[in-house]
């Protein structure tokens, strides 16, 4: 695995003020970070002071030259899944903690919204971290070895995870099959399914992110701000 900084595209809140949130997208196998720096345009409408990074997995996939990958998935044994995502954890630590530095922002304002083996990498990495973040938002992937969970488990960050009822990549099964061994550990964690959705995000899926990350920050519903303005 590369030992360099994890770089990626970014997306600075538009009002040129300071940052009151980062939110992290973490790619699936095969992309590469602009796979979901398009989403931020979006959320910016939501979290206008928000900034966004999404950066580039550090190796070539093994499956798709072209694209990055955090951990190889040429074997999809759980033992050697679980190496993966261990060997892969500390740049996205280093990564995460560099980003608050830079913005002076506490984890309570940072939330990473994974997709596929980016919701991998995000799993195993943000519940082993010493503070909690403010959330997890995980698409299409799954928690690997959720039998580990009681070895070194440090924090319980709210957690949602959203599939594709027809994903036939990760199973959508997976996902419910973490949330279980996520809440048996304790967590505050929500599962959502999208009908007739395969391996990607849909606009129900991405609403349903959305409402999330405003709960785990503590802000307003959408519509509430809606209602305000209108009075």
Known sequence: ?????????????????????????????????????????????VFPRAHFVAPDAPDPCDLSPMGRQWFSMQDLKTE??????????????????????????????????????????????????EQPIAAILGYSG????????????????????????????????????????LKIAGFDVEVAFCKGLGHSIDEPGLRLGVEFLLRAFGDKPVEDEAANDAN
Do not use: W
């Not at 030992?3 to 595209?9: E, K, Q, R, V």
């Not at 940052?19 to 910016?44: K, T």
């Not at 922002?105 to 990495?125: C, E, I, N, W, Y």
């Open 80 to 129: 050697t899944l679980f190496e993966g995502v261990k060997a892969a954890a500390p740049s996205l630590d280093a990564f995460l903690d560099q980003q608050m530095d830079r913005f002076g922002l506490t984890p309570d304002r940072v939330a990473v919204v994974g997709f596929s083996q980016g919701t991998m990498l995000a799993l195993h990495t943000l519940i082993r971290r």
């Open 142 to 181: 799954m928690l690997i070895a959720p039998g580990a969970l009681a070895d070194d488990l440090a924090c319980r960050p709210p957690t949602l995870l959203i599939h594709g009822e027809e994903d036939e990549v990760v199973p959508p099964e997976m996902s419910r099959m973490s949330g279980e061994a």
């Open 1 to 45: 695995m590369t030992d360099a900084a994890l770089t990626g595209p970014e997306h600075a809140p538009a009002t040129g003020e300071a940052p009151d949130r980062l939110i992290v997208f973490l790619h699936g196998l095969g992309a590469n970070g602009n796979d979901l720096i398009s989403l931020a345009p979006i959320l910016a409408q």
